[in-house]
């Protein structure tokens, strides 16, 4: 069985991949699926989070080893989280066997302005400061994420409800936001097999940040010409179907070569 752990990105936790997470395990044979909240969000929400994206990893390296969960591990992460996915895979890539990134986006390769476009950098601060009611904060981040249309109402009303039992404290916001923009990764690519899934119509962070992170790690790209940021969101079977794609490919690679 090969386990799958799943990272979120900037103030979400485990339960807001939905039913991304059965998806996946009916489209990826034989996969076992762990989801990890960050420090300060989810059921960590009691916890600061740090401002250092690899303070983060360190942790995630932690919880696993707590829980009995042994390496290697394949991560897919998006935003902060592939981030932190970055992070682990460059400091301990013998415990790391495949990353799938989507849409995230990381210095040096990409410009402050397109790793957060400007037009969502204002909203953002503006939660990260002065908050909101549940709903209003809620409402917004959807806004931002997501070109969901079917659904909508009823993906709001959850996540309303999860920030009501699990509130993300406007200073924990506040340092993820810290910790995203402040992290560099190295120039080289982390020594594990890479995914990198985007998409065109992400009003958070330009596609391009991840079209150049592809071409400057030399891995494969995929890019969803409809969905949001939060793609497993939006189009789940199209993440999950890009992901199984990929790795029967290399097991495929893998097997002539042998």
């Avoid at 989801?35 to 989810?42: K, S």
């Avoid at 992460?77 to 895979?89: N, Q, R």
């Avoid at 150049?212 to 199209?238: E, K, T, V």
Wanted: a positive charge; charged letters at 20%.
């Amino acid at each position: 069985m090969t386990t799958w752990i799943f990272l979120r990105g900037l103030t979400r936790e485990s339960r807001h991949w939905g039913d991304f997470v059965d998806t996946f395990r009916r489209t990826i044979p034989d996969s076992r699926v762990v989801t990890i909240d960050l420090p300060g969000n989810g059921s960590l929400h009691h916890l600061t989070s740090p401002t250092d994206v690899r303070e983060i990893a360190a942790y995630c390296q932690m919880a696993l080893s707590r829980l009995g969960i042994e390496p290697p591990y394949n991560l897919l992460a998006m935003s902060l989280g592939a981030m932190v996915a970055v992070a682990w895979a460059h400091a301990c890539p013998g415990e790391i066997a495949r990353c799938v990134l989507i849409n995230t986006s990381l210095r040096p390769f990409s410009p402050f302005y397109r790793r957060l476009r400007p037009r969502s950098c204002l909203p953002l601060l503006k939660l990260a400061l002065f908050g909101g009611k549940g709903r209003e904060w809620e409402e917004r981040i959807l806004s931002l994420t997501s070109r969901l249309r079917v659904g909508a109402p009823d993906v709001l009303d959850s996540w309303v409800a999860f920030r009501a039992e699990y509130p993300v404290t406007r200073k924990n916001a506040w340092r993820q936001l810290c910790a995203a923009a402040r992290y560099r990764a190295g120039n080289e690519s982390p020594g594990t097999a890479l995914l990198i899934l985007a998409s065109r119509n992400d009003g958070l962070v330009h596609v391009d940040c991840s079209v150049a992170l592809a071409c400057a790690w030399n891995c494969p790209i995929s890019i969803h010409p409809r969905a949001g940021h939060d793609i497993p969101l939006d189009d789940g079977p199209w993440v999950a179907a890009q992901v199984q794609q990929w790795v029967e490919n290399r097991d495929g690679d893998r097997s002539q070569r042998a």
